[in-house]
């Protein structure tokens, strides 16, 4: 303020060379800045003053390190549309006015690199008023050293605040004032400048999201710099490793990965003399390499690389940086992706809270950072807390940026993903649809891609599969334009794309598509849950194929993954899960339990109590169980099944499925104790219809529960009612399963109903379909025994004798090569094969038939019909080969057993016509006339009048009457 007293009262004043001289090294106080601004009385002296004070600027500009309060000129003085006014009512120096002004600005800011000193509405408050200030600066046409400062200060103000218009008028206003300023020079300071121009320019365009733009004026920037001599270049080297790391930066933006990390690597070379003096530029560029490698999909490089960066900005800056906290966010984000959750939201929380410390609260890399760490947390299923967190950023990005920015739309997706993992899918899906429209605005293709991907997430929850397809189409489509062909971002995409393919049937497409993703995952990830899901995905598929040994080493390869990334995770659980259903189509019983139950191990450990999953292994489980011979454990798996499924998917096929197999179960342990009492059985038949008649009413379930419930209803010998279910069940494996052992079951059930409504010849027909589905899908089967069994029966009821020995002789055969020695089938086909000989008039044939029948059947089934029945025929047999008594005998044995099983039957009705036959041969009338009047009265009660057995009866009780009279 001397100095500033003495040239005002002072005409001529000091010289400009002694000022500077006494105040060099010395800062300019505020209220001298603003006395030459706003000149008082003395405009003359003044103006001089405001000459040299101009002058001295360029040896002691203000020191943007110190505080702010050492300034009374603060930054919203500064800012004031009043300034300008007053400015512009002093013409004299103008320019030098404006350019101090600028001097202030940037002091207030300071470097580019402490931008984040400001908050976003500081920024946004500043904008207009730095870029009115910088445009007047250049239409004066002097792009000297503070228009450098000016613009790139105002440029950083523009790129933070998001005003892409105003980075981009500034920028290339300034480009242009370069190009006509150094249009044919060649010199140093020329190329400098326009260098210069060329970078600032590029930034706006990154701005702008024109990366193809950027990478255009900065090939150009480069071909300047290098075109200069090696003596110049050293000159220009730090312009230079600036412009090749922000085409590096470019290149990444365009996915030109290879290109990138050859220019960061590039400008690491060129700090490699001097790097222990430039470590916070060589982090900075490390840092960018890295981020290549994250994008191109080196994970691993990735984060060793990030891991040190890190150890260099410790010790270049405080353990608590701006510098730092990014780099752990990044380091965090690959650890997400490699599915390190735990770790990675560890990571991702410290960086937050470094960044909390750092940053104004309204800052936007603050909210890009909270991003990351909801990201985290939804993939370790704390929901709430992600959604708190997603929440907040996009609080911070709308109070700070324009409506329709790209940041807000990439808040509002991370916000949407974590609507769609807490269940709220249609919330979530209309998100996602309002960010893909301001991406596709912004053509902003990483995100937007992103946000189709989480899109076909949710149709594929809500099992909308065609519009699934299509978002996941689109997604795949983008990534394979903007990727390298190896990135783990489009494994992901074919991954998905093959499940839905997979859920639409379209089997091929799905392994198809989950090849594409193992090609990729089994270069840069074969040790990640992508590789895993994708391993059981294809095998699935190819299991659909029947090719059992293919799926089982997928399995295999995926269980020994998961073994070392997550021994005991739910993947793991699935994987075990898989492989159980895979030994179990090949029938591999003992392995698929062993799978099975370490699956369900894992999931009762991991797992909710009540999860469908679960409830799904117990299922699967039940099956094996069943089909191993274990019925009282399947029935055991099938009931824990349906506790579970009830309460968590009780309409739902695996629920429906298991009400039909317990059914089932209990149905088959009732036959095995000669019981039809299917009371139980029927109720969870009926209950398995009505569930499977709502989720997959045209599936083999809902089939085979037609079918059960046909047998109920056959058991009430209500045929009509059984026949209709049995129609519908046909009908529906004719669409889904014509080849099948159910279709095969099914015609055998309904040829049953139909021969016991003596429909022979229908029956017949049906018979013969049967066999021959079964004789390509399991000519060996016991089905297969059984269908060859009734279609020999059908002949016998139709009396054709000699076409039923052929089949009751292969029934026969693969009876005795499929069963026990000793079963009750074994005994039933030989009992028929007995009859058939003796109709034949092969009597010593028929008698080692019954004989070797009665064997099994008195050790298996002694009270039943068909042991009856045999000793029956056995009487008979004897009768005609003259043994009286032994045939006696027989026939008394048969009606003891009868009278239990079925005391009105045929079969007893015979009985007593033998026993009638013998008395009267052994002249015992009254026995014989008894008997036969007890066989007519069973056959008059259950056949029709005039049936040949009642009159065979009547014939022989009118002989044995005519006897007695004779006699007496």
Not at 305 to 333: C, I, K, P
Not at 474 to 496: E, F, N, W
Not at 497 to 505: A, E, F, K, M
Not at 678 to 684: L, N, R, V
């Amino acid at each position: 303020e001397q100095y500033s007293n003495t040239v005002m009262t002072s005409r001529d004043g000091m010289t400009l060379l002694e000022l500077c001289s006494l105040m060099a090294g010395r800062k300019i106080p505020g209220s001298v800045l603003l006395s030459v601004l706003f000149p008082g009385s003395s405009r003359h002296a003044a103006s001089r003053f405001s000459e040299a004070i101009l002058e001295l600027s360029s040896y002691t500009l203000i020191d943007a390190t110190e505080s702010n309060q050492q300034y009374s000129l603060d930054i919203h003085t500064l800012v004031q549309e009043t300034v300008f006014e007053r400015l512009m009512r002093d013409p004299p120096n103008l320019y030098n006015k404006l350019q101090l002004l600028a001097q202030c600005i940037v002091g207030r800011i300071g470097p580019v690199e402490s931008y984040d000193k400001l908050s976003d509405s500081e920024l946004v408050v500043l904008t207009p008023h730095v870029y009115s200030l910088a445009k007047k600066i250049l239409m004066m046409g002097c792009p000297d050293v503070v228009c450098h400062q000016l613009v790139k200060t105002a440029l950083v103000i523009a790129c933070f605040s998001c005003h892409v218009s105003v980075a981009s008028d500034l920028s290339h206003r300034y480009l242009a004032l370069v190009e006509t300023c150094c249009q044919d020079a060649h010199d140093l300071e020329s190329v400098k400048m326009r260098v210069i121009a060329l970078y600032y320019v590029s930034k706006s365009c990154v701005v702008a999201s024109e990366p193809a733009d950027a990478h255009s004026y900065l090939v150009r920037a480069v071909e300047l710099v290098e075109s200069l001599k090696d003596q110049e270049l050293r000159l220009l080297k730090r312009i230079h490793i600036a412009v090749l790391e922000m085409l590096g930066v470019v290149c990444t933006l365009l996915h030109q990965h290879e290109d990138a990390q050859r220019f960061f690597l590039k400008c690491l070379s060129l700090f490699a003399r001097n790097e222990q003096q430039c470590k916070q530029q060589v982090a900075e560029v490390m840092k960018n390499l890295a981020n290549s490698y994250r994008w191109n999909g080196n994970l691993s490089e990735a984060m060793n690389m990030y891991q040190r960066v890190l150890d260099m900005q410790r010790s270049v800056s405080a353990e608590n940086s701006v510098t730092t906290g990014t780099t752990m966010l990044n380091l965090a984000v690959c650890l997400d992706n490699v599915g390190d959750y735990c770790y990675a939201a560890t990571v991702a929380e410290q960086a937050v809270t470094i960044l909390r410390q750092c940053l104004p609260a309204d800052h936007n890399d603050l909210a890009g950072a909270l991003l990351t760490l909801s990201c985290c947390y939804r993939h370790l299923d704390d929901i709430p807390r992600a959604k708190q967190l997603a929440e907040e950023s996009l609080g911070i990005m709308t109070s700070t940026l324009p409506q329709q920015h790209p940041f807000i739309a990439e808040s509002m997706s991370t916000l949407a993903a974590c609507y769609r993992h807490s269940g709220d899918v249609d919330h979530a899906i209309d998100l996602y649809k309002l960010v893909i429209d301001m991406l596709q605005t912004h053509c902003v293709v990483d995100c937007l891609s992103t946000a189709l991907h989480e899109l076909g997430l949710c149709y594929i929850m809500k099992q909308e599969w065609r519009e699934a397809l299509s978002a996941l189409d689109q997604s795949l489509t983008i990534k394979r334009a903007c990727l390298p062909q190896v990135h783990h971002l489009r494994a992901d995409s074919s991954c998905l794309i093959g499940l839905v393919h997979s859920q639409l049937g379209e089997k091929e497409k799905a392994v198809q598509m989950f090849t594409e993703c193992l090609e990729i995952a089994e270069q840069i990830m074969p040790l990640h849950h992508i590789t895993v899901i994708a391993l059981i995905g294809k095998a699935a598929c190819v299991m659909e194929q029947k090719r059992y040994d293919e799926a089982e080493q997928m399995l295999l390869r995926s269980c020994d993954i998961m073994r070392q990334i997550a021994p005991m995770s739910e993947e793991m659980a699935r994987a075990l899960h898989e492989l159980g259903r895979c030994y179990a189509e090949k029938r591999v019983w003992r392995e698929a339990l062993t799978a099975l139950q370490q699956s369900l191990a894992i999931k009762r450990t991991s797992l909710p109590q009540l999860h469908s999953s679960t409830a799904t292994t117990l299922y699967l489980a039940g099956l094996v169980y069943t089909e191993s011979g274990g019925k009282e454990t399947a029935i055991q798996m099938f009931r824990e099944c349906l506790e579970i499924a009830e309460q968590t998917i009780p309409i739902h096929p695996v629920t429906g499925n298991a009400l039909l197999m317990l059914a089932a179960c209990v149905m088959e342990l009732q036959q095995s104790q000669q019981s039809q009492q299917y009371s139980e059985a029927e109720q969870m038949l009926l209950r398995s219809r009505d569930i499977l008649n709502q989720v997959a009413p045209m599936s083999e379930g809902m089939a085979k529960a037609l079918l059960l419930l046909a047998v109920c209803t056959m058991a009430q010998q209500q045929y009509g009612e059984a026949e209709q279910m049995l129609l519908r069940s046909c009908n529906i494996l004719r669409q889904v399963a014509p080849m099948s052992e159910l279709m095969a079951r099914a015609l055998l059930v309904l040829a049953i109903s139909t021969m016991t409504q003596q429909r022979y010849g229908e029956a017949e027909q049906m018979l013969l379909r049967s066999c021959n589905i079964l004789r390509q899908v399991a000519p060996m089967s016991e089905l297969m025994a059984t269908g060859l069994h009734e279609l020999g029966r059908s002949y016998v009821l139709q009396g054709v004798w000699r076409a039923a020995l052929p089949a009751l002789d292969q029934s026969l055969t693969i009876k005795r090569a499929s069963l026990p020695l000793l079963h009750p089938d074994v005994a039933n086909t030989l009992y028929l094969i007995g009859v058939v000989h003796k109709e034949l008039g092969d009597v010593t044939t028929a008698v080692q038939m019954f004989r070797k029948c009665l064997e099994i059947a008195e050790q298996t089934i002694p009270i039943h019909v068909v042991t009856g029945d045999a000793l029956r025929y056995l009487g008979g047999c004897s009768m005609l080969q003259g043994q009286i008594g032994e045939a006696e005998q027989l026939f008394l044995r048969s009606q003891n057993i009868l009278k239990q099983v079925a005391p009105m039957s045929e079969e007893m009705g015979r009985v007593f016509i033998g026993l009638g036959t013998v008395y009267l041969l052994s002249s015992r009338l009254l026995e014989a006339e008894q008997a036969t009047s007890e066989s007519l009265r069973i056959f008059t009660f259950l056949l029709p009048q005039g049936h040949q057995l009642i009159q065979q009866a009547k014939d022989l009780l009118h002989g044995i009457c005519q006897m007695k009279f004779s006699s007496s």
